[in-house]
Nanobody, 126 residues
Framework: QVRLVESGGGSVQAGGSLRLSCAASGYTYRSNCMGWFRQAPGKEREGVARMNRVGTTDYADSVKDRFTISQDNDMTILYLEMNSLEPEDTAMYYC????????????????????WGQGTQVTVSS
């Protein structure tokens, strides 16, 4: 099993920044792809960004050029740097991991990800 614990959420005003962290433990060798998802009230959980162990990344169009995903210590810590935050970014943010490498756009489906954290809330006020 891979255990994921998110932190770093909070409340900011529009235009502000936050950095989320996700600490992975357990069988982290299974985490060849890790990602961030978010879910706003009444909406589906959506893929925000993902990163493979080899360093390749992909982003949802809505966050490109504003969010940056990165990792440290051989995929045991995953980050999401969020800049120029907008009220539409308000959601619960989840860290996820899978054993296979992510390719194409399939990573955006939550069904492919077996490991999840408990989430951290991000609230952006206008």
């Amino acid at each position: 099993q891979v255990r994921l614990v998110e932190s770093g959420g909070g409340s900011v005003q529009a235009g502000g920044s936050l950095r989320l962290s996700c600490a992975a433990s357990g069988y982290t060798y299974r985490s060849n792809c890790m990602g961030w998802f978010r879910q706003a009230p009444g909406k589906e959980r959506e893929g925000v960004a993902r990163m493979n162990r080899v360093g390749t990344t992909d982003y949802a169009d809505s966050v490109k050029d504003r969010f940056t995903i990165s990792q440290d210590n051989d995929m045991t810590i995953l980050y999401l740097e969020m800049n120029s935050l907008e009220p539409e970014d308000t959601a619960m943010y989840y860290c996820a991991a899978m054993s296979t490498y992510c390719t194409g756009a399939d990573w955006k489906s939550r069904l492919l990800w077996p490991y999840w954290g408990q989430g951290t809330q991000v609230t952006v006020s206008s």
